[in-house]
């Protein structure tokens, strides 16, 4: 069992850059798949990124090419190093931990079995 702890928001302009990192506790975090989701106010919270144990990964067309995800399993951490922000990237983003030794990249987040309590990104213009 994982238990994902977020940290890194905060408030950045247009074209700024932040890493948001999520620390798990649990000896097993290697096997986890690991994602990011996000949800703006009055919206549905969406996929942003995922990285399975095998390292393979995959992105949300919104952010891809803005954003990376990665792993470091020594640390039990996950990052999401994300670049070119823009204003609707603001967003709650939230980690999640699931799906272990999974051979596919998940995206869906009832796929993910423990959340954290998410940090805010604001991006102002």
């Known amino acids: 069992q994982v238990q994902p702890v977020e940290s890194g928001g905060g408030l950045v302009q247009a074209g700024g850059s932040l890493r948001l990192s999520c620390a798990s506790s649990?000896?097993?975090?290697?096997?986890?798949?690991m994602a990011w989701f996000r949800q703006a106010p009055g919206k549905e919270r969406e996929f942003v990124a995922a990285?399975?144990?095998?390292?393979?990964?995959a992105y949300a067309d919104s952010v891809k090419a803005r954003f990376t995800i990665s792993r470091d399993n020594t640390k039990n951490t996950v990052y999401l190093q994300m670049s070119s922000l823009k204003p609707e990237d603001t967003a709650v983003y939230y980690c999640?931990?699931?799906?272990?030794?999974?051979?596919?990249?998940?995206?869906?987040?009832?796929?993910?079995?423990?959340w954290g309590q998410g940090t805010q990104v604001t991006v102002s213009s």
């Open positions: 990285i399975n144990w095998k390292i393979d990964t």
């Open positions: 999640a931990a699931g799906g272990t030794w999974a051979m596919s990249v998940l995206r869906n987040d009832y796929e993910y079995n423990y």
């Open positions: 649990g000896r097993t975090f290697s096997r986890y798949s």
